[in-house]
């Protein structure tokens, strides 16, 4: 069974850092394209920032660029978000999403975790 679960979530003042994981598992997604999204309550789903799993190519959201960082980990199948310099605007429920392709649909969705930047 496929499965994308994400992690690393929590609460951190302005300015600090966290690393969000999404993990994958149930079937190669070397081919795939992994996008990490974010959505606060009674909004709209937001780009974040994606990566191809097999070139390691990556894209960003004008807001998060130069902040976070999307990367891959063969090892632990394994997309990481590291963000950094946090504001509140980044107060949100994240999500990593696979699809097999450029401007296919995803096929997988985590479940999300949510990151509170608040002093």
């Known amino acids: 069974q496929v499965h994308l679960v994400e992690s690393g979530g929590g609460r951190v003042n302005p300015g600090e850092s966290l690393t969000l994981l999404c993990e994958a598992s149930?079937?190669?997604?070397?081919?795939?394209?992994v996008e990490w999204y974010r959505q606060g309550r009674g909004e709209e789903r937001e780009f974040v920032a994606g990566?191809?799993?097999?070139?390691?190519?990556?894209w960003y959201a004008d807001s998060v660029k130069g902040r976070f960082t999307i990367s891959r980990d063969d090892v632990q199948n394994t997309i990481r978000l590291q963000m950094n310099r946090l504001n509140p605007e980044d107060t949100d429920l994240y999500f990593c999403?696979?699809?097999?392709?450029?401007?296919?649909?995803?096929?997988?969705w985590g479940r999300g975790t949510q990151v509170i930047v608040s002093s």
């Open positions: 999403a696979a699809r097999p392709r450029a401007g296919s649909g995803f096929l997988y």
């Open positions: 149930g079937r190669n997604f070397s081919p795939y394209e």
């Open positions: 990566i191809m799993w097999n070139s390691g190519t990556w």
